[in-house]
C-alpha cells in the first residue's frame, strides 16, 4: 500500500494465475474501504482468470459503493491487453489514461487467439441468445484457440463446456456473468484457458434447499457437484459432472472457487499416481462462483 | 418417418451445427411433436442428427429424454442416426445419470455403430446387449431361439426381453422379436 495519506493503493503484481489471485482478494478490505485509485504500475502480467475476477471485484465495488474504482498508471502493454479482451466495454472502473488509438492491439486474423470477456446475462432468454453467438463465434476461432491441442473432438469437447458452464450462470447463480478464453505462453508452455465465473448466490446458497446433500465443507460440497450428478434445482443434474468427465479426458486442470473454497483437479497428473484433487477452505471470502479449466502443451 | 433434426432446427431459426439449452430443446421438441401427429402406431421415428455437431444435457434432457417418455406413451419406436461422437457421450452421461436417480432406465437405439461397439446408447447389461444384437442380425425371432442362443435361464431371459421392450429397444410382433 502507499503512504500514510493513502492516495492510492498499489496493486502487487500478483495477477499470474488463480492461486496467486488469492492476494489481490485479500485486499479486497482496504481497496472497498479506501475510496481511492488502485495503482496498476507493477502489474508485469495478468491471465483470464485473475482478469475476470478482478473485473467481479470492481463491479461489486460498484454495486456496494455506488462509485467506480479508478485504475491508474496501467503499463502500456497491460492496458493494450485489457482494451483487446474488452475488459472496459463493462464500464465498471474509472480509467483516466487513455491509450492512444495507435498502440492499441489491431483486431485481426492473428491476434484472434482468444474470446473476448462477454456477459452472460441472468435471464434465460438473453442468456441462450449470448451463450449461441459466443459458440460460433469460438467455433470460428478454435483453429487459433486451441491451436496446440487441435482436432474436431477438442472443439467439440469445448462447445460443451462453455455451454455448460454458461447455462449454470443463469440457472443456479441468480446473477450475471462473465467468460473469456485466451491461448496465451507462460515459460515454456502454452496455455489455453477458459474461464466462467460470476459474483452471484454460490454454490452453498445455491444447494440450500438440499437438506439430503451432506458435506462438512465448501469444498466437499464443490467436490460433489463435481463427481456426482447432483442439482439445486432438480431432481438431478449432468453440467458440471459433465464438463468434469471433459475436463479428465483432456487431462486439462480444473479450478472452481466459491464462496471461502476451492477446489483444483490437476487431470494432467492423475495418471502419474500423484494426488490430483486439491480442496482448501477458509479463503477471503468472494461471492459467486469462479471456474477456470486449462490445458497446457 | 424420418425426422432431419438440422432441417428442423432450421425452420425454427434455430443456429447449427450445435443444438444447446433447455429453451432450444423445448422448442425443437415441440416441432416435432406436431410433426409426429400422423404417424401410426408401433412406427419407427428416425432423428436424423446429420449436420449437428453437439447436443448437450439441456437439450438432451429437453428433447430427446421428452420423446423417449412420448414413445411409450403414444407407442412409436426411436432411433437415432448420424450421432456425433460427443452427443454420444453426451446422451449417454444424461441417460446414465437419469438411470441412477430414477427407478427406470432409458436407452435409446441408434443405426450406425458407436463409440461402445453397439448399436444403442444406454446403460445395459452386458446379457441384454447381446440379446440386441442377435436380434439386429436375426429378425423375427421367438423367446426359444434367444434362450438358445444366450444359453441362459429362460426366465432370467424373458425377463430381460420385456425389459428391453419396455424400454422401446425391441418390438415383438406376432410372437416374434426384433430390434428397433
Known sequence: MSGSAHKHIVMPDRFRDPYIFENILSMQEPVFSKECPLDMSRIAFMEPYSMISFLLMGRNYLRNRGSKLTLINLPVHIHQYLARMDFFESAVFNIPEVLDTNLMFRRNKSSSRLLEITEIPNKERQSVKVISAVIALFRKRAPLILKYWMNDSVVDYFVTVISELCQNIFEHSLDSGYMAMQTYRSGNENIARLVISDSGIGIIKSFSSRNDIKYTEGSELIELALTTPISSKREFGYGLCQVNNIVEKLKGVIYIRSGESSLTAFYNRKDKNSKYLFQRNGLIRFDGMQISISLSS | ?180
Open chain 2, 1 to 180: 418417418m424420418i425426422i432431419s433434426v438440422e432441417k428442423t432446427a432450421k425452420e425454427l431459426k434455430v443456429k447449427t451445427p450445435d443444438l444447446i439449452t433447455r429453451p432450444v430443446g423445448r422448442l425443437m421438441y415441440s416441432s416435432t411433436v406436431d410433426k409426429l401427429a400422423v404417424i401410426g402406431a408401433g412406427e419407427v421415428v428416425i432423428l436424423d442428427f446429420a449436420g449437428i455437431k453437439v447436443i448437450d444435457s439441456s437439450f438432451i434432457d429437453e428433447y430427446v429424454v421428452r420423446l423417449i417418455h412420448d414413445s411409450c406413451k403414444r407407442d412409436f419406436y426411436l432411433k437415432l442416426r448420424n450421432i456425433s461422437a460427443i452427443s454420444e457421450i453426451n446422451i449417454d452421461s444424461v441417460f446414465n445419470s437419469y438411470s441412477n436417480y430414477k427407478d427406470r432406465r432409458i436407452v435409446i437405439t441408434r443405426e450406425d455403430i458407436g463409440r461402445n461397439n453397439r448399436f444403442y446408447i444406454g446403460p445395459l447389461s452386458e446379457n441384454e446387449s447381446d440379446i440386441l444384437d442377435y436380434l439386429r442380425i436375426n429378425q423375427g425371432t421367438t423367446l426359444d431361439d434367444i434362450v438358445n442362443f444366450t444359453g441362459a435361464d429362460s426366465l432370467k431371459v424373458k425377463k430381460s426381453v420385456e425389459e428391453l421392450m419396455f424400454m422401446r429397444v425391441l418390438k415383438k410382433n406376432n410372437g416374434e422379436f426384433t430390434a428397433v
